[in-house]
T-cell receptor, first 117, second 113 residues
């Protein structure tokens, strides 16, 4: 199984809603990532988890809250989002983080297309 | 800091060749190449490491000039399936043992019959 599975595929939420994005991988990868991608732009790193600990937070607003319940799961909790947060949210995983992880490929999920109204 | 890719866009006829370039102002440990088709996830193509090691698909070739901090992706005898946006990603190691994979702006490639 070389898949990263993201749910839901599409999400429409109001600015006062609370929702969560989910990501799952069963490849035994110990590094997991959230990226945000706007149309015709590259994926932009948001968070990195390494061995279930938050390693990197790229100064993301607190209305985005990541969680890593175990080594296979990664969540992104959303609250009080703004219309400009509408984007494709991509989850990725790689075998390792840190020094070892730099020479391993990242596997991406299909993403959740989020629309904030 | 985001790597710089060139060109921004390429249009090819089937069978033609193309080169996509990626450069960084920071010292690099490795360069990654990914392709993303419209509405799909980025897909891994290749990793190039300091010291010359490469990992990736057999039909893709690339180079990594460590001194110049540049990488090039070579697409030869292009096929329709090569169409998509190509991203280079540069990896830097930060204190604390954390690494970041940061993507360039992308090169849009369209291959026509």
């Amino acid at each position: 199984d070389t898949e990263v599975t993201q749910t839901p595929k599409h999400l429409v939420m109001g600015m006062t809603n609370k929702k969560s994005l989910k990501c799952e991988q069963h490849m035994g990868h110990r590094a997991m990532y959230w990226y945000k991608q706007k149309a015709k732009k590259p994926p932009e790193l948001m968070f990195v988890y390494s061995y279930e600990k938050l390693s990197i937070n790229e100064s993301v607003p607190s209305r985005f809250s990541p969680e890593c319940p175990n080594s296979s799961l990664l969540n992104l909790h959303l609250h009080a989002l703004q219309p400009e947060d509408s984007a494709l949210y991509l989850c990725a995983s790689s075998q390792e983080g840190g020094m070892t992880g730099m020479n391993t490929e990242a596997f991406f999920g299909q993403g959740t297309r989020l629309t904030v109204v | 800091q985001q790597p710089v890719q060139s060109p921004q866009a390429v249009i090819l006829r089937e069978g033609e060749d193309a080169v996509i370039n990626c450069s960084s102002s920071k010292a690099l440990y490795s360069v990654h190449w990914y392709r993303q088709k419209h509405g799909e996830a980025p897909v891994f193509l290749m990793i190039l490491l300091k010291g010359g090691e490469q990992k990736g698909h057999e039909k893709i070739s690339a180079s990594f000039n460590e001194k110049k901090q540049q990488s090039s992706l070579y697409l030869t005898a292009s096929q329709l399936s090569y169409s998509g946006t190509y991203f280079c990603g540069t990896v830097r190691l930060f204190s604390g043992g954390y690494n970041k994979l940061i993507f360039g702006a992308g090169t849009r490639l369209a291959v026509h019959p």
